[in-house]
């Protein structure tokens, strides 16, 4: 149990911010201490992206008090919020992959003289640095060669290098094995052991409870409470975070599987983008059934993904046949799988479904444009009309149907994307890693949303 009478590191007091049309903030608190691990949790849109954007110099608050080591602070960027000592590690990394470890460590800071770089003790610092974390990495490899998990200890390597005190990580684990979850947790440790300060950002419940000290829950962007991980249960966590027991959006309901609908006959797939000779996938066959939810289950790089955008007409095929409603079809783009009435939401939704830049209603109307145009022109009140209808059924938390598909939280993204291809009302709808960076509480709506799907019948 956390030893809270220590001073706290951080202290962030009565803090509220306000978006066009959106009360984000409204008089929350957040109080990390000395050697803690500190979970802070919430559905999407709760507000901890803006808290801790706020934080780390992104966003400026309206009202509140931010003070690190007793002394009131203003980060006004977030370079300047790295130099009080306070760094960010994104889920998506903030890296630059043509460079080497050591230049991303330090990238702007580098040892100079007269103007020179000093590469040796640019080297010799960044081992230092991974010697402090426990892992080897040559100073000189490029960033683009490292995985995932090895690109994360550059970020914490370069969080040190600034002689951070807190470190926030937002969704550290979302894109790593089990064994590679297991050592950023021993790096964690070692770091809490050294008396910093962690934010922990994550939407697994199991983790949370692994490795935080103290958790703090948001809700609709008000301060719910701090909780004690040893002493508190995951029941009352999502009670915090939803304002019900998570076992209310529950209900299984009965679905009786009809006529098979997609047959998938012996696709193969040969080559990568890294290894043009790799056998991606060999004979893979399935069926699916009307009212029927399967279930595609595989490790991380075997295939699954592969598999369905084959399906789908993301990628090609070299061998193998796809069968819709008993009819052999030929998918070879999205847009063949579209008109046989089979919708995707792919495992990025950011990458591979939204235009981040576009408004909800124009993302989620994109792929059925022809009810909501007409004489090659988007009538945009029917637009406007049938998006709205979607946005009530899917609970889509938003301004307007013009606000950015960027400013929505994770969860909302993910809904908009769904919508898109509710709209179409497919016959086949395929959903790569649905609930990928939700939360609790939308993860229980998409599954509720996808039992209801089957029991229409898709």
Same mark, same amino acid.
């Given at each position: ?130 010697? #402090? ?183 090609? #095929? ?9 009819? +052999?079809?030929?998918? +070879? ?60 059924k899917l609970s889509i938390r938003l301004a307007s149907v013009d606000q950015r598909a960027l400013d929505l939280s994770g969860g909302n993204q993910q809904k908009v994307v769904i919508s ?15 609930? +990928? ?22």
């Amino acid at each position: 149990m956390t030893d809270t009478s220590r001073a706290p590191i951080l202290q962030m007091e009565g803090i509220s911010k306000r978006f066009p049309g959106v009360q984000a903030l409204d008089n929350v608190r957040l109080e990390v201490l000395p050697g803690e691990i500190h979970a802070l949790l919430g559905e999407n849109g709760a507000g901890k992206s803006t808290l801790m954007k706020i934080l780390s110099g992104v966003y400026t608050r309206d009202t509140g008090q931010i003070m690190l080591d007793g002394t009131p602070i203003e980060p006004t960027s977030p370079h300047h919020s790295q130099t009080l000592g306070i760094s960010i590690i994104y889920q998506e990394l903030n890296l630059m992959p043509n460079l080497t470890v050591a230049e991303n460590v330090f990238i702007g800071r580098e040892p100079n003289r007269f103007s020179f770089v000093q590469w040796r003790t640019l080297h010799q610092q960044t081992r230092q640095l991974t010697d #402090r974390l426990g892992i080897r990495l040559a100073p000189g490899m490029l960033v683009r060669n490292l995985s995932v998990a090895e690109q994360q200890m550059v970020e914490i390597a370069r969080a040190l290098s600034m002689k951070s005190r807190i470190i926030i990580m937002d969704e550290p684990t979302s894109a790593l094995t089990e064994n590679e979850v297991a050592h950023l947790f021993d790096i964690m440790r070692d770091l809490r052991a050294q008396g910093l300060g962690i934010i922990f950002i994550s939407h697994r419940m199991d983790e949370v409870f692994g490795i935080s000290d103290r958790i703090t829950v948001l809700r609709d962007g008000q301060f719910i409470g701090t909780v004690q991980a040893a002493t508190s249960s995951t029941d009352e966590v999502i009670r915090m975070m939803v304002g019900r027991p998570v076992s209310e959006f529950s209900g299984q309901g009965e679905t009786k599987p009809g006529d098979v609908v997609l047959e998938v006959r012996n696709i193969n797939r040969i080559g990568t983008a890294d290894d043009p000779d790799k056998q991606v996938l060999f004979d893979v066959s399935l069926n699916v059934r009307q009212g029927e939810i399967v279930g595609l289950a595989g490790l991380v790089g075997s295939g699954r993904t592969d598999l369905v955008r084959c399906i789908f007409g993301g990628d090609p #095929r070299d061998s193998g046949d796809i069968f819709v409603n008993g009819k +052999r079809v030929d998918i +070879r783009s999205p847009r063949d799988a579209i008109r046989h009435g089979i919708g995707m939401v792919p495992e990025d939704r950011k990458l591979q479904a939204l235009f981040l830049a576009m408004s909800v209603a124009a993302n989620a109307s994109i792929a059925s444009l022809g009810d909501v145009a007409s004489l090659g022109f988007v009538n945009g009140g029917r637009e406007r009309l049938m998006v709205t209808d979607y946005v009530n059924k899917l609970s889509i938390r938003l301004a307007s149907v013009d606000q950015r598909a960027l400013d929505l939280s994770g969860g909302n993204q993910q809904k908009v994307v769904i919508s898109r291809w509710l709209a179409l009302k497919p016959k086949i709808m395929i959903m790569d890693e649905p609930t +990928r960076g939700i939360d609790v509480g939308a993860k229980a709506e998409v599954h509720t949303l996808i039992r209801a799907l089957a029991q229409q019948g898709v």
